[in-house]
């Protein structure tokens, strides 16, 4: 009898120990290890992430510039994967055995329960092969995304790319995005992410024991609305910047046109630059190495990030500044007689483009006289009963005031604010503070140590246009429906000199263009009342640098402008061109400048010799089909032969 009830407490104990065992599995398989339901889940269930469409991006006449096309990114959840055909497979989406092998290794150890990215950003011709086997492999889907396209492969700087977001940008954004989730790196891609993104959101489908969908689960009711980002309306003129970057094929420079009254930007060209859809698609990464490879550096942002001395046309800085300041006046006059001595007893001498003899304010400006400036700049610096140091300091910050010096704050990741020396570069420079103006006196022509970018070239030429202000530069002009523009691109500005003290040095850049013996005479269009200041920067590195400022027309500007040509030489020969067809073009839809002049620029090839050897070059450029195959000293030698012959290209010195 007691063995009997002593078998019976062991079998008893033995079934309540199963029991235990059995909720206990159940527990662990159901609460704690979620791969079972994943896995249970994943062949009945499916959450698609549904990716919203970026917002366009179109120029100010609606024309687009950036727009979105369809690709297809393969995902794989590896524990479903079973007996595929791997060749055919590795064929349909065109990737090679051990590409296979290394995908499905990363899979496996992301999750093998959860799906990953196996290949991204399939074409839709190469999704459209796939789709009608996708049956027979088993643990692979299709997610869509949509990707950018640059219908017009223009202003590849300006716009920027999109990339696959790393960890730190998981971090920053408080895990709004997710692996696998792309965000805007450069341009106004990157300055206007938060509104261009837009919100992912999820589907759930039901699929069968073979992967294909059966339909919305639930009919939808768990299901969110992905919603796309806000549209923006860019500053650019489509048209314009098209031209302007022809303008500037095989050539190192910059060029940057704004609106004066509003501060938009309706054209902005880096060259060399590069198609912005190399950025784009499964071969962006080969791509990107060879745009760093490349020696032009097309992916230098020149507007914003490089900085020159500015030659001559800072002279109508120095003109503005000298009135304010009260150092000069429009009548007050200085003989030049070749060049401005200067230093003990007058030893020195920064030499003129000409003997101009007695000469005012505007004539200075027109004819670009350098000895006129060295007496301003003596004047600003050791005449005004108080040290140089502190008379340097004045000066400086009428040029911040400008713009010069600091960054104007642009809607563009990576701008440089240029270098204006403080007076305790030039105190540390000397040994003490006693220096005087012939210690730098190559300021006075916008040359020495001075460097500004050619986005303030262009913001102090709309300065003089609005005759005393400015709006900070901007390329976007409307968000979303209600078209709204950020406030600090609505802040008028004043640039520190009174409005009366524009008009002489107005005078004196109508005159440059539309007189005789002016430095950008060459440039003068019939009928079209156009301002202008050329100027050549001197570089220790090689050939000199072409420059140009101007705007038009002269009373109620539509237009300011810069160019800035590297290595190219005289401003009035190079620049100065290039400024005036634009300006032409965007305020009448012509160009009327001689034919050879406009052949010699569309034609013209300025890119250094010694970094052409590399082929890479062959990305940054956009070959031109009407390019005649004529060297870069045979372009020199023709554009001294139209001045030697008289075609009215006056004063190649500037």
């Known amino acids: 009898m007691n063995n009997f009830f002593a078998r019976k407490y062991i079998i008893q104990g033995v079934l309540i120990c199963a029991t235990l065992l059995m909720v206990g599995k159940l527990f662990y398989i159901q609460i704690i290890d979620d791969s079972y339901i994943l896995s249970a889940n994943n062949n009945v269930l499916r959450k698609v992430v549904v990716y919203p469409a970026r917002g366009i991006i179109l120029d100010r006449n609606g024309k687009v510039l950036v727009q979105n096309e369809p690709v297809y990114d393969i995902l794989v959840t590896p524990r479903e994967v079973e007996n595929i055909d791997t060749a055919l497979f590795t064929e349909l989406i065109g990737i090679d055995n051990e590409g296979f092998e290394k995908r499905m290794d990363k899979a496996r150890n992301y999750s093998p329960y959860q799906a990953s990215i196996f290949e991204k950003q399939l ?14 492999f088993r643990g692979f889907y299709v997610q869509n995304r949509t ?49 261009l993104r837009g919100n992912r959101g999820v589907q759930n489908i039901m699929v069968d024991a073979l992967n294909r969908p059966k339909g919305s689960f639930m009919d939808g009711k768990f299901d969110t609305l992905a919603l796309s980002g806000d549209e923006l309306i860019s500053s650019l003129d489509k048209d314009l910047q098209k031209f302007s970057e022809t303008l500037l094929e095989n050539k190192m420079g910059s060029i940057v046109a704004i609106e004066p009254s509003s501060g938009e930007v309706l054209t902005m060209v880096s060259s060399p630059g590069y198609d912005p859809n190399l950025m784009v698609g499964r071969e962006r990464g080969n791509n990107y190495a060879k745009l760093l490879e490349n020696p032009f550096n097309p992916m230098f942002i020149r507007p914003i990030q490089a900085s020159y001395p500015p030659g001559s046309i800072f002279k109508v800085i120095s003109a503005l500044t000298a009135q304010e300041a009260g150092v000069i006046e429009a009548d007050t006059r200085f003989s030049c007689g070749g060049g401005y001595r200067y230093g003990r007893g007058g030893r020195a001498i920064m030499r003129c483009t000409h003997v101009h003899g007695s000469i005012d304010l505007i004539q200075s400006i027109k004819t670009s006289c350098n000895t006129y400036y060295g007496h301003i700049y003596h004047r600003m610096i050791d005449s005004r009963q108080m040290p140089g140091h502190k008379a340097y300091d004045l000066w400086k910050e009428s040029l911040h005031k400008f713009g010069l010096g600091k960054k104007l704050g642009i809607d563009l990741p990576g701008e440089m604010a240029g270098f204006i020396p403080s007076s305790d570069y030039y105190t540390k420079l000397y040994g003490n503070n006693k220096w005087s103006s012939s210690f730098n006196i190559s300021l006075s022509i916008g040359q020495g140590e001075l460097g500004i970018t050619p986005l303030q070239m262009a913001n102090f030429s709309a300065i003089i246009a609005n005759r005393g202000f400015y709006y900070r530069p901007h390329l976007v002009k409307g968000i979303g429906n209600k078209r709204k523009v950020k406030s600090e691109y609505t802040e008028k500005i004043n640039a520190g000199v009174a409005a009366k003290y524009y008009e002489p040095v107005i005078e004196g850049m109508y005159k440059a263009v539309n007189e005789p013996g002016g430095t950008a005479n060459a440039i003068r269009i019939a009928g079209l009342e156009m301002t202008g200041k050329t100027g050549t920067s001197q570089n220790p590195h090689g050939e000199n640098h072409a420059v140009f400022i101007g705007f ?39 160009v009327s400048l001689p034919q050879y002049i406009q052949d010699r620029i569309y034609e013209a090839d300025l890119l250094p010799e010694n970094k052409k050897e590399d082929d890479t070059n062959s990305i940054a450029q956009k070959p031109n089909p009407n390019k005649k195959n004529n060297s870069r000293k045979n372009k020199h030698r023709l554009a001294y032969h139209n001045l030697a012959v008289g075609k009215n290209e006056q004063s190649q010195e500037e």
């Open 147 to 195: 990707v950018r396209n640059y219908p017009d492969s223009i202003a590849a700087q300006l716009l920027g790319y999109i990339q696959e977001v790393n960890q730190k940008d998981i971090e920053r954004s408080n895990n709004f995005y997710r692996a696998g989730d792309y965000i805007g790196a450069t341009g106004i891609e990157r300055s206007y992410e938060e509104m």
């Open 552 to 590: 038009a027309p002269k009373e109620n500007p539509k237009i300011a402008i810069a160019v800035f040509v590297e290595n190219a030489g005289y401003g009035g020969v190079w620049a100065a061109p290039i400024g005036s067809m634009i300006m032409e073009k965007y305020l009448t839809d012509t």
């Open 123 to 136: 074409s839709a011709e190469n999704y459209a092969k796939l789709q009608e086997h996708l049956y027979k």
